[in-house]
């Protein structure tokens, strides 16, 4: 059984930094792209990040580049996303997001495009 469990985010001023981990169980984790996706209520998905199976493709959507940086670990079936310089309008729900195949295909923005999401984790950005 595929499982994505995000943790790390929290109440941050602005300004500051936050890195999100997803650990992954249940598939092969190198053979997968994985992504991040963020969600504010009442507003649609947004696809923010995106890493290729190997991990030597990355890309960002523009609001964030420059500040975040997405990265994994396959050895340890981790995924990453480091944010610095976070401003308000990064406040939402980010959710890790398994694609079907180890190409990285950017800017799907609905979670049900991909193969597997977890529960999402809260960052709010707040003075």
């Known amino acids: 059984e595929v499982q994505l469990v995000e943790s790390g985010g929290g109440l941050v001023q602005p300004g500051g930094s936050l890195r999100l981990s997803c650990a992954a169980s249940?598939?092969?984790?190198?053979?997968?792209?994985m992504n991040w996706v963020r969600q504010v209520p009442g507003k649609g998905p947004e696809w923010v990040s995106g890493?290729?199976?190997?991990?030597?493709?990355?890309k960002h959507v523009d609001s964030v580049k420059g500040r975040f940086t997405i990265s994994r670990d396959n050895a340890k079936n981790r995924l990453y996303l480091q944010m610095n310089s976070l401003k308000p309008e990064d406040t939402a729900v980010y959710y890790c997001?398994?694609?079907?195949?180890?190409?990285?295909?950017?800017?799907?923005?609905?979670?049900?495009?991909?193969?597997?999401w977890g529960q999402g984790t809260q960052v709010t950005v707040s003075s």
């Open positions: 997001a398994k694609w079907g195949s180890a190409w990285l295909v950017p800017f799907r923005s609905s979670l049900t495009e991909y193969d597997s």
């Open positions: 249940g598939f092969t984790f190198s053979s997968y792209a």
């Open positions: 890493i290729s199976g190997s991990g030597s493709v990355t």
